[in-house]
């Protein structure tokens, strides 16, 4: 895949959607500072808009105070948004419909997932690994430090 279309700040990390056993997939880090996390919050979230064709997959976010209008009153136009964040787009050796189908939407919060939770990961940064020997048991003895972390969310909506 390329992401040939996307914001020129998004950084393209691989193309490559074949994961094989390291579940790490087509990758593309974004610059944006309000679009997770406290920035996120400090905007009052925000709408994520994702477009889904047989020649790519596009992702947008727009702060609460920017919807466009279309978006807004529930009648979306993905070519009046401009450039996508992320651009995921397919190739003659990676054709999206080939690769891409029965998504998911997944709404989750973890703590300690594949990446966090392993060991070297943990105990290769020393801000982390000075509070705990594993992010499990840091999770477990400190459950004051996450109660800021939950999800508020006004609604979900497909469209097709």
């Not at 193309?15 to 996390?37: L, M, P």
Request: glycine share 10%.
């Amino acid at each position: 895949m390329s992401n040939v279309g996307s914001l020129a700040t998004t950084m393209f990390n691989t193309g490559d959607c074949s994961t094989g056993n390291s579940k790490v997939g087509c990758q593309q880090r974004v610059a944006g500072k309000h679009t997770y996390g406290d920035g996120f919050n400090s905007v009052k979230g925000g709408v994520y808009a994702l477009e889904w064709t047989s020649e790519h997959i596009a992702v947008w976010f727009f702060p609460r105070c920017g919807l466009p209008d279309d978006l807004r009153l529930g009648i979306p136009n993905p070519q009046a948004w401009g450039q996508p964040m992320a651009l995921f787009r397919g190739s003659p050796g990676c054709q999206v419909d080939s690769f891409f189908f029965d998504h998911n939407i997944v709404i989750d919060t973890t703590f300690c997932g594949e990446w966090a939770g392993n060991y070297q990961t943990w105990n290769s940064n020393t801000k982390c690994s000075s509070k705990a020997p594993t992010c499990q048991e840091y999770v477990a003895k400190n459950p004051k430090d996450f109660e800021d972390a939950f999800w508020e969310i006004s609604s979900v909506k497909v469209y097709q």
